[in-house]
């Protein structure tokens, strides 16, 4: 399998992280968005990462689709979601709103640095939205009582909150202030020391 994107996105480093939890092999291809987008329109015309060229040719084009079909690679008992009932709707609503929380994180990032006139609404309300997701965030770790967020062992959600909260502190430096979320900076501070973490990292780059 071939992964494109660089690791300072979260959405890739996340990718990259469960790939590699996984013992699946896979190449990178730090390829940006922008300076590298002529080479990923070849694989998606979408110009977006992470991109995962399966070994047979097929494209997977959306995170969250990708950690699906990892999931389906190994057997069910390694599976970072767990596979029906509460506990799995439990578990992707933490990981759907840390990749929210980063997502709209890149919408105030490229809205505050890459116009010349930024929309103050439009600025206040994606603050709005990743201060409430680290919010809801804090609130549900608070409530955690084990070492992950789900039980006993690492799973997608532990890697998607940490993944998106280096994303957003890197590239929006200000913006959180860890004093008030304690509990998940306390938690990503965890899995960032973690050997897999400091592999797959990068430091934020601006496009330019």
């Known amino acids: 399998m071939i992964l494109i994107g660089q690791y ?3 959405f890739v480093r996340r990718v990259g992280i469960a790939l590699t939890l996984y013992g699946l092999s896979f190449e990178h291809r730090p390829w940006s968005t922008f300076g590298d987008a002529e080479r990923l329109k070849a694989y998606n015309p979408l110009v977006k990462v992470p991109t995962l060229v399966l070994d047979d040719g097929e494209v997977l084009i959306d995170s969250h689709m990708i950690i699906d079909h990892l999931d389906s690679l190994v057997e069910p008992e390694r599976r970072m979601f767990p596979a029906s009932g509460p506990e799995r709707r ?4 933490i990981a759907a709103l840390a990749t929210g929380m980063a997502d709209n994180g890149v ?3 490229y809205e505050t ?11 206040e309300r994606r603050r709005g939205q990743v201060l409430g997701a680290l919010g809801s965030l804090e609130d549900a770790r608070a409530g955690c ?6 039980g006993e062992r690492i799973g997608h959600a532990d890697v998607a909150v940490a993944c998106a909260l280096r994303h957003v502190s ?3 430096p200000g913006l959180i202030d860890p004093a008030r979320f304690p509990h998940v900076h306390a938690h990503a501070a965890r899995l960032e020391a973690l050997d897999v973490f400091r592999a797959i990292s990068q430091p934020f780059v601006p496009p330019s």
């Open 8 to 10: 300072d996105s979260s």
């Open 90 to 93: 439990r578990a992707m609503k």
């Open 107 to 109: 919408s105030l990032f």
């Open 113 to 123: 640095y890459l116009h010349q006139s930024p929309s103050a609404m439009l600025v």
């Open 145 to 150: 009582t084990t070492p992950w967020w789900f």
């Open 170 to 172: 890197d590239s929006l």
